[in-house]
């Protein structure tokens, strides 16, 4: 059968209309993420920052405000590895993901400010985002975990 030539005038215009705005999207420059512009949950920081190993990406190094739940806080002996480790895990409980926290330098002071705190508490940590580097079989990707410097850098509630 064949269709009017009316009908092929306006499915080509529809086409080329679809095109056009999926170039322009695709071709549109997309701004960087700014990591410490307010804070950040914990899957979205571990969404952003990650990626190739071949690759040198913006967030590397950069300041990160990140927030969350401590995982497993209300464990006694796991609190004792954290501190023996100068790390701790931050989750997001709205999906189970967690990112690693470590403490340099100062970790008396920042352990002694989140000891009085509970699973229950949301933290709020001011860090610096740093790669690191996972291979497994061969595949190497890019993550990245919070480096925690000065026990003002985080608070709960």
Not at 57 to 78: H, K, M, P, R, T
Request: aromatic content about 12%.
């Amino acid at each position: 059968m064949i269709k009017p030539l009316v009908n092929i005038k306006v499915e080509f215009n529809l086409l080329f209309l679809v095109l056009v705005i999926g170039f322009s999207a695709c071709n549109k420059e997309q701004q960087p993420l700014a990591l410490d512009a307010d804070f950040m949950t914990v899957a979205d920081v571990f969404q952003y920052c990650q990626g190739s190993c071949n690759e040198i990406y913006n967030w590397e190094n950069s300041a990160v405000l990140v927030q969350g739940y401590i995982l497993n806080f209300s464990n006694d002996s796991i609190r004792l590895d954290y501190y023996s480790s100068s790390k701790f895990y931050l989750q997001d409980i709205r999906n189970g993901m967690f990112i690693e926290v470590r403490v340099d330098d100062n970790k008396d002071p920042v352990f002694e400010k989140i000891w009085p705190a509970d699973d229950k508490n949301l933290f709020y940590i001011k860090g610096t985002a740093e790669p690191v580097i996972a291979t497994i079989d061969g595949d190497c990707t890019k993550g990245v975990v919070v480096s925690l410097t000065h026990p003002d850098n985080i608070n709960f509630e």
